[in-house]
T-cell receptor, first 115, second 113 residues
Framework: NAGVMQNPRHLVRRRGQEARLRCSPM?????VYWYRQLPEEGLKFMVY????????ESGMPKERFSAEFPKEGPSILRIQQVVRGDSAAYFC?????????????FGEGSWLTVV | TQLLEQSPQFLSIQEGENLTVYCNSSSVFSSLQWYRQEPGEGPVLLVTVVTGGEVKKLKRLTFQFGDARKDSSLHITAAQPGDTGLYLCAGAAASAGGFKTIFGAGTRLFVKA
């Protein structure tokens, strides 16, 4: 009964390094979403992907951030040349993409700390 | 731009009291979800409502979807300390190729014993 799996749970990076966050969707789900959450705030949409396609990346910064969901393997959120402001919790969610009542289910998050 | 406004942002009450959290938008959503999130954890789904006017009950929690599918409320009866957490409403709307879900800023509930 595997839910959405994210790793790593916690990641520490120095300024200028790269961060890679992985997400395996729930079994049978082909839609993946990434959200960012700052302390004491709500969830901010970043990107929506289906297998091999980016559907909506309107919430993702134009520079340094990229996301992919390859045909095989997990979805990856990649942050290049991290800065302190990138420190946040990054949540992945998945759905089956059904028309009726599209519900997304979350992983436990990846906490990125940039030092 | 679709926005979901939640109110109140913060609520501190005594055990046994009732409370209602509101989620409002000018946009129509195909469905609306309520989640609860605890510190250090991901949001956990409480309910999905799909039909305008729909009411769902989950023990002491009652969820209602507005007739026009633009707003929703969460009512908790006889709150308990275990209800403490961040409550998030989320609306799903059709987007190119699928659905995009946006979130309200959340209501932080603290129930004192």
């Amino acid at each position: 009964n595997a839910g959405v799996m994210q790793n790593p749970r916690h990641l520490v990076r120095r300024r200028g390094q790269e961060a890679r966050l992985r997400c395996s969707p729930m079994k049978g789900h082909s839609h993946v979403y990434w959200y960012r959450q700052l302390p004491e705030e709500g969830l901010k949409f970043m990107v929506y992907l289906q297998k091999e396609n980016i559907i909506d990346e309107s919430g993702m910064p134009k520079e340094r951030f990229s996301a992919e969901f390859p045909k095989e393997g997990p979805s990856i959120l990649r942050i290049q040349q991290v800065v302190r402001g990138d420190s946040a919790a990054y949540f992945c969610a998945s759905s089956s993409g059904g028309i009726s009542g599209n519900t997304i289910y979350f992983g436990e998050g990846s906490w990125l700390t940039v030092v | 731009t679709q926005l979901l406004e939640q109110s109140p942002q913060f609520l501190s009450i005594q055990e046994g009291e009732n409370l209602t959290v509101y989620c409002n938008s000018s946009s129509v959503f195909s469905s609306l979800q309520w989640y609860r999130q605890e510190p250090g954890e991901g949001p956990v789904l409480l309910v999905t409502v799909v039909t305008g006017g729909e009411v769902k009950k989950l023990k002491r929690l009652t969820f209602q979807f507005g007739d026009a599918r633009k707003d929703s409320s969460l009512h908790i009866t006889a709150a308990q300390p275990g209800d403490t957490g961040l409550y998030l409403c989320a609306g799903a709307a059709a987007s190119a190729g699928g659905f995009k879900t946006i979130f309200g800023a959340g209501t932080r509930l603290f129930v004192k014993a």
